[in-house]
């Protein structure tokens, strides 16, 4: 009998934790309502609305980002939290988040980024078509012609043909001659 009691009592312990705890997950559940929070984001020297400012809680997929004139509202799962505000032309702002009716003003720092040299380079076709041109048509005669529209020249060329060619007549002074010549072919 004394054996049978303490099971009883074993039992009723259990239950009683069981029925505690779901107790307790009811009250989480039911506190675990939305939480807004609003305010605006601003430039830190200037004091104007930053737009387009990304603010997130960190670790959710909340977030939203601010409109025209630096405003935002989001709702938040849960506080105590971490608000983010990042925008790409500005430092990010890390802050906690402990009172629920809080209206913020999120001050964001200009993020200077610095690059030592920047190189652009890449092969000028057309340039190198133009002295190819040049060596082949006029060859030796660079002294005696001029081509007074070499804009108009358009190339193609694989390893076997060079074409020059025109939609408009190609200009050519011969200086030897003294005249000027207008030239409509397909130079090949």
Do not use: W
């Not at 608000?83 to 720092?109: G, M, Q, R």
Request: aromatic share 12%; glycine share 4%.
């Amino acid at each position: 009998m004394n054996n049978k009691f303490t099971y009883t009592s074993l039992y009723m312990v259990l239950a009683m934790c069981f029925l505690h705890c779901t107790l307790l997950a009811q009250a989480t559940i039911s506190k675990s309502e939305e939480f807004i929070l609003s305010g605006t984001v601003i430039n830190s020297e200037t004091r104007k609305p930053i737009p387009h400012a990304e603010i997130f809680i960190s670790g959710t997929t909340r977030g939203c980002i601010s409109d025209m004139q630096g405003n935002f509202i989001l709702e938040v799962p849960y506080i105590p939290c971490t608000l983010v505000a990042d925008h790409i032309s500005y430092e990010s702002f890390i802050t906690p988040i402990v009172n629920k009716n809080e209206v913020l003003e999120i001050t964001l720092k200009t993020n200077v980024f610095s690059i030592e040299e920047v190189k652009i380079s890449g092969k000028n076709k057309r340039k190198k078509n133009l002295r190819y041109f040049y060596s082949y048509f006029i060859r030796k005669n660079k002294n005696k012609f001029e081509v007074l529209n070499d804009s108009v020249l358009y190339f193609k060329s694989d390893k076997k043909e060079f074409v020059a060619y025109s939609n408009e007549p190609l200009i050519i002074i011969n200086k030897i001659l003294g005249y000027k010549t207008k030239l409509r072919c397909l130079l090949n």
